[in-house]
């Protein structure tokens, strides 16, 4: 395999409050690979977003990153400076946020919004910066652009502001887009828009892709290889079909199973009992030993190796027995 | 243009409500004009007779109409006190007062803003704490207090400024800018205070907002977040106070004007309302009305150049 764009090893990052510090991540390591989709799924407090913001070096001012490394092509991120960190947001990597209502700036014209990071990172002229802008705006299907380009965020409805949005996060050619849960607050009809147009810029841009959902239908529908997280910790990695079929952690298992289908109709709907545990519930021992329906004493105290079946990796204690350490 | 008009409208339509207030008001005040000005002891037949020239043994619908046809005309009627025309009367005042209110409402835009967005971007360093005690100082030491400390500072002590009387515009502009610093300063302190305030609270609020997260992930530099992004919408707000500060710069010229025996508006106010004046009361009351909605009419138009989303009833 060719060598990956974007590399996290063993990365811990902490929460600082008054009595303590508290990890909120603990040994996430992952590769994204050119042109890959890579979905990160779990709950709300898995740690999802708090990974994404580590990657673009914007962690809340009480979270701190206590080890590990983030590498994008081969340089390390977690020592960048401010200026340094500057040149790599918006053109090397850039992200999607979930709020497109509240993304945008309302005192400021689209165009304006977008081009803004042409003029950060280019030295292209204002007519060439406003020709490509409005190029991006029709390919990522924002109708009658040109008049568009003067408009203001309120004018606009949710699934339009999104694709503002969009052409923001690709305008600078980044070459790893983070979008943290893009379709959440769209409705329906618009939320399967927009994971169309993400669908066809990966056929026609040569982007990679880290796409955070806690919605299955949505990551099955976009991307190459899922993640699971859950308290902090990936549980489960693997190409998507492989884990849609054959789930190997009861977590995933779980999260799978109460996924709403036609077959289970009347069926009541399978949810995992109890919740993430709070940052300063967590112990040692797997973190999901309280919800797990399969649990073992040794669960209770030590945390399980990870265990890899060709790319298929999970991380638990059933599975202690059956396939090569890594 | 149509929120243009409608504001306009509305600027027009409370004039004319203030007008009939003011004019309502200054009827049902005790004391008969005409008795003031002819004494305790004049008969019945010359108080009747000079309240005829004056024209108030006609109806109070009349007297109104013609009274604010009048103010439409530019014939406010004559002083009491001066015997001359109310506009002759204010013709001097007003480039004193105006001169102080401007003035000092400059110096609160030029030292307010750029300190408000100093002490937000410096917020949790000792210098942000230290700077935000002394505006508190700012808003709770009344003006006058403040005028006295410069005098004896600026004035006596330094003698770097005049500390009473002015020199006008057209006399020498250094000379007159000299002048009117000391009073302008001493009405403006309190107003910085409180714009450094609110400023440094609501770009602290906006720098919470998602935009700015979206701003910062485009790489561009802080400063350009603050002023490309920021400051623009922390500005909205403080534009609001602004108009409140002008009103309140008018009434706060009363005391100043006094402190530095200036012979402005103020000055004049409280002169005439212990003559009992009423013309000239009346018509300067007006003037200072239509003022003050004339800047909340400006106000309204400059929300509109600024936010986008102001729509007519917004």
């Not at chain 1, 849609?244 to 977590?251: C, F, N």
């Not at chain 2, 003559?275 to 018509?283: A, G, T």
Request: hydrophobic fraction near 45%; proline fraction near 5%; include cysteine.
């Amino acid at each position: 395999m060719s060598q990956p764009l974007l590399s996290v090893q063993n990365l811990d990052v902490s929460f600082t409050f008054q009595d303590g510090d508290y990890a909120a991540l603990k040994n996430i390591s992952f590769s994204v690979y050119p042109k890959e989709i890579v979905g990160i799924v779990g709950e709300s407090g898995c740690g999802k977003s708090l990974t994404s913001h580590a990657i673009l070096g914007m962690l809340p001012t009480n979270a701190m990153i206590k080890k590990g490394s983030i590498q994008y092509r081969g340089t390390d991120l977690v020592s960048l400076t401010n200026e340094e960190w500057q040149s790599i947001r918006g053109s090397a990597i850039s992200m999607i946020f979930q709020e497109p209502m509240t993304s945008l700036n309302p005192l400021l014209t689209i165009g304006r919004q977008i081009s803004e990071v042409l003029k950060k990172h280019t030295g292209f002229c204002n007519k060439e910066i406003k020709e490509m802008t409005i190029a991006l705006m029709k390919e990522v299907g924002l109708p009658r652009a040109e008049e568009l380009y003067r408009a203001y965020p309120h004018q606009l409805s949710g699934g339009m502001r999104q694709r503002v949005v969009i052409a923001i996060a690709l305008i600078g050619e980044a070459d790893l887009v983070i979008a943290d849960e893009p379709t959440t607050a769209l409705d329906v009809t618009i939320q399967l828009q927009i994971l169309e147009l993400f669908r066809k810029l990966k056929q026609t841009r040569n982007t990679s892709l880290v796409f955070i959902s806690h919605d299955w239908g949505v990551i099955r529908k976009v991307c190459d290889r899922v993640i699971v997280m859950y308290a902090g910790h990936i549980v489960e990695e693997g190409p998507i079909e492989e884990i849609l079929q054959h789930p190997k952690h009861p977590y995933t298992q779980g999260l799978i199973q109460s996924i709403p289908d036609y077959k289970k109709r009347g069926e009541p709907l399978h949810t995992i009992p109890g919740r993430v545990p709070a940052l300063r519930e967590r112990r040692g021992g797997c973190p999901f030993v309280d919800r797990c329906s399969l649990r073992m004493d040794i669960c209770q105290t030590t945390y399980p190796e990870g265990k890899k079946h060709g790319n298929h990796q999970v991380k638990c204690h059933l599975y202690a027995q059956e396939a090569i350490n890594i | 243009m149509k929120y243009a008009l409608y504001k306009l409208s509305t600027f027009l339509m409370t004039i004319l409500l203030v007008s009939l207030i003011i004019f309502t008001v200054f009827q049902v005040l005790p004391g008969n004009p005409a008795q003031i000005i002819l004494g305790m002891d004049a008969d019945t037949q010359q108080i009747a007779q000079l309240e005829k020239e004056l024209g108030l043994d006609k109806s109070i619908g009349e007297r109104y109409t013609s009274w604010l046809s009048g103010f439409l005309m530019g014939d406010l009627g004559d002083s009491l006190k001066y015997q001359q025309p109310v506009l002759d009367v204010l013709k001097d005042r007003i480039p004193v007062t105006f001169s102080i209110a401007i003035y000092s409402i400059l110096l609160t835009i030029c030292i307010g803003i750029p300190l408000g967005i100093y002490i937000a971007r410096t917020d949790g360093r000792w210098i942000s704490v230290f700077l935000s005690m002394f505006t508190q100082l700012g808003i709770a030491v009344p003006s006058f207090w403040f005028a006295f400390v410069l005098i004896l500072v600026f004035g006596v002590t330094f003698q770097l400024f005049p500390t009473f009387g002015y020199v006008p515009w057209s006399e020498s502009f250094i000379g007159a800018l000299r002048s009117y610093f000391l009073p302008s300063l001493a009405l403006a302190i309190s107003n910085i205070a409180v714009v450094i305030r609110y400023l440094r609270n609501t770009i602290l609020d906006q720098a919470k907002m998602d935009y700015v997260r979206t701003a910062r992930c485009k790489g561009l530099r802080e400063k350009t977040i603050m002023y490309g992004h920021i400051l623009r919408n922390a500005l909205m707000p403080v534009l609001t106070i602004m108009g409140l500060i002008v009103a309140d710069t008018l009434g706060g010229s009363i005391i100043i004007e006094n402190v530095f025996a200036l012979p402005g508006l103020g000055n004049l106010l409280i002169q005439s309302i212990t003559s009992r004046d009423f013309p000239l009361v009346q018509s300067m009351v007006l003037y200072i009305a239509i003022l003050v909605i004339l800047v909340n009419f400006i106000v309204d138009l400059l929300y509109k150049l600024i936010d986008p989303r102001v729509r007519l009833k917004g």
